[in-house]
């Protein structure tokens, strides 16, 4: 059964950073993308960024482009999201997400990020 926790969230001012933890257990996640997403108040869950966990390569939302950097930890089976100079409208529930194919199929329970102007 694959488990996927995440953590890290919380309240920042506008500038600032925060990095979100993905802990993932219950397989080997080689063949895996692992991605992050976002969903804020009255709007849609959006993709923020994903990580093919075998050779790293990367894909982010424009929206984030050059402010958030995901990697991951294969030794700790982690996936990080470090976001930097942050905005009021990144603030939303950020989930991390698994996927074997295309759809992402396994989900965090979500971490609350808010960032005040």
């Known amino acids: 059964q694959i488990q996927l926790v995440d953590s890290g969230g919380g309240l920042v001012q506008a500038g600032g950073s925060l990095r979100l933890s993905c802990v993932a257990s219950?397989?080997?996640?080689?063949?895996?993308?692992m991605g992050w997403f976002r969903q804020a108040p009255g709007k849609e869950r959006e993709f923020v960024a994903r990580?093919?966990?075998?050779?790293?390569?990367?894909y982010y939302a424009d929206s984030v482009k050059g402010r958030f950097t995901i990697s991951r930890d294969n030794a700790k089976n982690t996936v990080y999201l470090q976001m930097n100079s942050l905005k009021p409208e990144d603030t939303a529930v950020y989930y991390c997400?698994?996927?074997?194919?295309?759809?992402?199929?396994?989900w965090g329970q979500g971490t609350q990020v808010t960032v005040s102007s």
């Open positions: 997400a698994a996927a074997y194919g295309q759809d992402y199929r396994y």
């Open positions: 990580i093919i966990w075998s050779g790293g390569s990367t």
């Open positions: 219950g397989r080997t996640f080689s063949g895996y993308k």
